[in-house]
């Protein structure tokens, strides 16, 4: 395995300590996704979406139940709390 620089160890720990931020900002950017897309897309949306919820924090059962409410006004509301 080779060595990285510290140039590269900087970018990826900037990275892990920049997750949660990272993925507000695209279960954000989904949510917006979200409301213009329908039938297979949304489902693909909602995939995605999915894993940038858990990496702000949501636990599986929260995110479950948004899914199956399928309501982009309600995620957009939770994800205020966490802006």
């Known amino acids: ?6 140039h590269q160890e900087k970018i990826i720990k900037n990275y892990y ?3 949660d931020s990272i ?3 695209k ?7 979200l409301y213009l897309s329908e039938g297979k897309k949304r489902a693909q949306v ?4 999915t894993s940038h919820l858990a990496k702000i924090g949501l636990k ?6 948004l899914q199956e409410d ?5 995620l957009a509301k939770l994800l205020e709390k966490y802006v």
Not at 1 to 6: A, G, L, P, W
Not at 46 to 49: E, P, S
Not at 60 to 65: F, L, T
Not at 70 to 74: F, R, T, Y
């Open 1 to 6: 395995m080779t060595e990285r620089t510290r």
């Open 17 to 19: 300590e920049n997750r």
């Open 23 to 25: 993925g507000l900002q």
């Open 27 to 33: 279960a954000q950017e989904a949510v917006t996704e």
């Open 46 to 49: 909602w995939k995605r979406l």
């Open 60 to 65: 599986e059962d929260q995110i479950a139940k």
């Open 70 to 74: 399928d309501n982009p006004e309600q």
